[in-house]
């Protein structure tokens, strides 16, 4: 046999190995299908030319021919354990303290992930070769799946890489999306066998079936998020743990993002379940975790659940209905959003009958179609969403929904956010978008006018008397205007002048989240008016300036810079400034201006002080505190531990102090 043949099955299969991480771990395909299968089909032939060459990672080898006789029992080297549930924020909250207590004056890093809704299994390999996946059984022995596990394309069957460990134990979720789902019943209907309820139930049931070639056929996936026993990982911490098993061709759990403090993540939290209509598959919560594996393991476990980690979840209902109509409405940056009227439906003792389909994209990939058997889920703080069409039930042609090519409200052109998702109107003064502003602006989140109601912005604005925030501040001068509005008497009308009168003092924060600058929610209006102090420096300040501030970036720092600068932004600013509304920033009483100007980071485990202590101190002197080092930063303050922070700011020479230093700065 030339040695070239066993070379070209060797190249082969490196290749499609490494196509296989950048299909299902990048999701950044290089070559078509067609390409992909050709090499597949090379393999084939050349393995079946050389059955002596065959081996049992080879990327043929996936699915077995027959099926197994049962599944034998295997003892986990490490228990599986169950993570700690709760469905309450002030529960999270608690266990985030006890975690700060235990670890007290330690810099703790909360990831937050998402609660993947599927079968949780373990895979084990040694020296880069699957040699079993195991179901989570009782937590301390599983059934042995390997033949099912080696039919998932997420699951490689040898590791990519040079240096992977010589025992790697990672465990995660199989799970089915929901789009899998809807073709898998429509063939079930096709055979006239039973269909199935929900993606969670088929993938549980699917992979402890005995013949392998039904899992092949069903398309489950895998996402992993958890170390068990492991010889040679790198890895220090749970971030840099996902990015080594994805450099081996494992598919990390997506959406991941780790953070100082629990109280941004758990803002991070809020937005992420504001975005889980995007996703494909189901998920029943959120999971907040401790970053650093040396922390984790001096927190433990109890007899049933890891100190480290605990579950954030939501109830879940689900129904079916048929959807009615699909109507968009214009929201107040513009944004055309799609609502399904639906048949009404009760959900969690409620009744539902309109449910969000959020944007153009989500009704063509899901093919939601008026006349369509819909399944609609309502979780949690969630508004309910359609999750899927239940196609087998369309028993006719049904039209494709045609996205309007103008506003409904003003007829004017819509255009598509470049890069973006979002088909907006233009029109700035479109009243549709006026209303949606005005409201949003009055709002308790944003300038809190008390009196000022939908039905009351909607006469408003339907009579003319309000098209800008500052007419708002003008109706004190056209009260009798307001006495011919429907309902508004004496005490309605006064009531309603008092509360915008006091809505002037609400401060630089509350005045940017009112203004509806795209992208600028209370948090990033906080971090601006903190940072900042007056509209006078935020107009002043470059895209390079807005992007410097700590939680910032990018994207937000250009929706910032482009509204101050535009021709509407100008003058809105410019009639608040003319009507008196404060545009500074309430700024506490500092204990001195030592630390003026000065941007700290913290890091390492502190003695004297807890971190938010530190950061309290440098703010109250006048200081600035920043999560990263870079060139800009003036001083690291360095505990115990400093780790790679502390290695940076020596290569940018940025001065480090102890904890004694800092002190001795402020006394």
């Known amino acids: 046999m030339p040695d070239s043949v066993e070379l070209r099955i060797e190249e082969l299969r490196e290749l499609i190995r490494n196509h296989d991480r950048l299909y299902y771990v990048e999701a950044a395909p290089q070559i078509s299908d067609t390409e992909y299968d050709r090499l597949i089909n090379e393999l084939k032939e050349l393995e079946r030319e050389h059955p002596d060459l065959i081996t049992v990672d080879s990327p043929t080898q996936r699915v077995g021919e027959r099926p197994v006789d049962h599944l034998p029992e295997a003892a986990h080297r490490l228990p599986m354990l169950s993570i700690e549930n709760t469905y309450s924020i002030e529960e999270v909250q608690k266990w985030a303290d006890r975690t700060m207590k235990s670890l007290e004056g330690e810099a703790i ?107 092949a056929e069903r398309g489950l996936r895998m996402f992993c998020h958890g170390a068990g026993y492991c010889e040679g990982i790198r890895a220090t911490n749970y971030i840099d743990f996902l990015r080594e098993i994805g450099s081996y061709g494992l598919r990390p759990t997506p959406h991941v993002a780790a953070f100082p403090t629990i109280a941004a993540a758990m803002e991070h939290a809020d937005d992420v379940i504001e975005q889980l209509h995007e996703l494909d598959f189901e998920v029943d919560g959120l999971v907040i975790k401790i970053n650093s594996f040396d922390q984790r393991s001096r927190l433990g476990t109890t007899s049933k659940s890891p100190r480290w980690v605990i579950a954030y979840k939501w109830e879940k209902w689900e129904a079916t209905t048929r959807l009615n109509e699909i109507r968009v409405q214009v929201g107040k940056t513009g944004a055309i959003t799609p609502v399904a009227n639906l048949e009404p439906v009760e959900l969690d003792r409620t009744i539902v009958s309109r449910a969000s389909l959020h944007n153009a994209d989500e009704v063509r990939r899901k093919d939601v179609r008026v006349g369509d058997i819909v399944v609609v889920e309502k979780a949690g703080r969630i508004i309910p969403h359609i999750v899927r069409v239940e196609k087998h039930e369309r028993k006719t042609d049904l039209p494709v929904f045609e996205f309007p090519t103008h506003c409904p409200e003003c007829e004017t052109a819509l255009v598509q956010d470049e890069g973006g998702v979002y088909i907006r109107c233009p029109n700035y003064v479109c009243p549709a978008q006026v209303k949606e502003r005005i409201r949003y602006f009055a709002s308790r989140k944003a300038m809190d006018i008390e009196g000022l109601g939908d039905k009351l912005v909607d006469q408003l604005v339907s009579g003319g008397l309000v098209v800008t925030y500052g007419d708002l501040y003008r109706l004190k001068n056209r009260k009798a205007d307001l006495l011919s509005l429907e309902r508004m008497g004496e005490k309605s009308a006064d009531n309603l002048l008092q509360g915008i009168e006091a809505s002037r003092e609400r401060g630089l924060a509350r005045l940017l989240s009112a203004l509806s600058i795209r992208h600028v929610g209370t948090t990033v209006a906080r971090v601006l008016a903190n940072h900042f102090g007056s509209i006078d420096r935020l107009e002043g300040a470059s895209v390079e300036d807005l992007a410097d501030v700590n939680e910032i970036g990018g994207t937000i720092a250009d929706s910032v810079f482009s509204f101050l600068h535009s021709d509407h932004g100008k003058a809105i600013v410019d009639d608040l400034r003319g009507l008196g509304i404060k545009m500074e920033a309430d700024r506490p009483v500092l204990a001195s201006d030592k630390l003026s100007g000065k941007s700290f980071v913290v890091t390492g485990t502190l003695v004297k002080f807890t971190r938010d202590e530190i950061h309290d101190l440098i703010r109250q002197h006048g200081g600035k505190v920043s999560s990263s080092i870079s060139a800009k930063t003036d001083y690291l303050v360095a505990g115990d531990k400093a780790g790679s922070k502390l290695a940076k700011a020596e290569k940018l020479g940025v001065q480090v102090l102890t904890e004694d230093r800092f002190e001795a700065m402020i006394q």
């Open 109 to 215: 890093e909360w990831v937050v992930e998402l609660k993947i809704d599927g079968a949780a299994v373990s895979l084990i390999y040694e020296d880069g070769v699957l040699v079993q996946g195991l179901t989570r059984g009782d937590g301390t022995t599983g059934s042995d799946i390997t033949h099912n596990v080696r039919t998932i394309g997420d699951v490689p069957l040898r590791l990519v890489g040079d240096k992977v460990p010589s025992v790697l134990e990672v465990r995660g979720e199989i799970y089915m999306t929901n789009t899998t789902l809807v073709a898998l019943n429509q063939r079930q209907q096709d055979k006239g066998e039973s269909l199935f309820a929900n993606p969670r139930n088929v993938a549980s049931g699917t992979i402890t079936m005995l013949d392998p070639r039904i899992c």
